[in-house]
């Protein structure tokens, strides 16, 4: 019995601190995001907690100054590309590597984690190199370009466990009754994987709206994503007001916000699979 009751005081303990640690993280966040708020709506600079004055006039100076509507399109195409080319072609390889065994296997997905594990400077210099060489510096290709490097191993490592919960026998049976390779793989093979080509695409698409290092040593000034014009207007010390950064951050927070809720309203993973599992 008294082990009964220490166990529970023991798993009633542990609840405390792991919610109070999730408030206290949270209330954090949301601090630090109200701050941001705030100094973008202050009249002038407050040495106070909160502004004397509200404004939204540094809203509509950071949209005209820095052509706002201009960086979140660009900002949106370059996502779209790369999460497009990255699913196409890691489908089909994450097949391969989930079907077939052949030699230097593991040297590949091995391959495909560097990408991930090291830091990106460490190959965002030479492949920026690259990309100068063939002049697709301050160009969409260019931009799209590098982010499919670290973008296409990711997608497959993400896929490669969803195409190996896919039995073999329904290839077979598909074979049986006369599908071909290009059949299987479009009518069988792709609904039954969509649930990972989600998951796979929304993680892609945080990725690259967040994605500074790659974006900003080959944009300029016809290619720039907001990431990258927010970090230039905040090392320009002096030369902005903060108030006009501040509500660029904004901005950018509430960019990301609505393309991640997009993205989970129209292409949940989880309710996809709930979706098979109940077929």
Sequence with gaps: MNGHRWSRHRVTLTGAVTWSGLWVFVGGLLLAVASVVLASLAQRFSTGWLPESYTTGWYTAAWSDFGLGRLLLVTVEVAVAVVVISLVVALPTAYVLSRLTFPGKRL??????????IPIMTYAVPLATLVYMLRLNDSLAGIVLVNLVPSIPFAVLVLIPFVDQVDPRVEHAARVFGANSPRLFVHVLAPLLVPGLLAAGVLILVRVVGQFELTFLVSGP????????????AVQAGHLASQQINAMSVVYMLTTLILLLVALRFVDPTSVTARHRSR
């Design 108 to 117: 590949l997905l091995l391959l495909f984690l560097v990408p991930q594990v």
């Design 222 to 233: 016809n290619s720039e994503t907001l990431v990258v014009a927010l970090y230039g207007s």
